[in-house]
C-alpha cells in the first residue's frame, strides 16, 4: 500500500463516520497517520522483514536450534523460508510471504500432540519480530481455511501498525 493510498484510506473512513453520524475523531486520524509515517520512514517503499540465521534463543533459554530441511521454501507466495526445532518436539518454520502489502514474516509453530501454550506463542512472537512491529493469529474466511497440522498456530505480521494504545 503506498503511503497516498493509505492517506485516501484514512481520509475515506473518516468521511464514512460522518455521514453514518458518529463524531468524527481528528486526533485518531492523526495518530494513524503519525504510526503511518514512522514506518513508512523505517521501512522504505515496502514493508521489509527478515528470517532469523541460525539458532534462535527464547526468552526462557530454550534454543531453536535451525535445521537445513528445505521441505518448506516455495510453498505458495513464499520467497524464503526456514526451519527450526527446539525442545519436546517444537517446531518453527518462518517465511517471508509475497503479499499484496509486500514481503511480510510469516512464522508458525507447532508440537507435535498439543497445542503450544499462549507463553510459547509470545517467546516465539518475541524471537522471531521486533517489538515495533504488531503481529497478529488470523482465523481466515473458510475458503482460505487450511489446516495441515491441528496443534499449528500462526502468527502473521501486519502492513501496517494497529495504533492502538
Not at 473512513?13 to 503519525?34: Q, T
Not at 536450534?65 to 526456514?82: L, N, S
Request: with cysteine.
Amino acid at each position: 500500500m503506498s503511503e497516498a493510498d493509505f492517506i485516501a484510506e484514512m481520509v475515506t473512513r473518516a468521511k464514512r463516520r460522518d455521514e453514518m453520524g458518529r463524531r468524527h475523531d481528528e486526533d485518531l486520524v492523526i495518530i494513524r497517520l503519525r504510526d503511518f509515517e514512522e514506518w513508512w520512514g523505517a521501512v522504505g517503499t515496502k514493508p521489509r522483514a527478515q528470517l532469523p540465521e541460525g539458532d534462535v534463543r527464547l526468552a526462557d533459554g530454550r534454543v531453536l536450534k535451525q535445521t537445513p530441511d528445505d521441505r518448506f521454501v516455495k510453498m505458495g507466495g513464499t520467497i524464503e523460508a526456514r526451519h527450526w526445532r527446539g525442545p519436546h518436539g517444537l517446531s518453527v518454520i518462518a517465511s517471508l510471504d509475497d503479499t499484496l502489502h509486500g514481503l511480510l514474516l510469516h512464522v508458525s509453530l507447532a508440537y507435535p500432540n498439543a497445542d503450544p501454550s499462549w507463553r510459547d506463542i509470545r517467546m516465539v512472537r518475541d524471537a522471531f519480530y521486533p517489538s515495533t512491529v504488531d503481529v497478529m493469529m488470523m482465523l481466515p474466511a473458510e475458503m482460505d481455511y487450511v489446516n495441515v497440522h491441528q496443534h499449528c498456530f500462526h502468527l502473521w505480521q501486519t502492513p501496517v501498525g494497529w495504533g492502538i494504545r
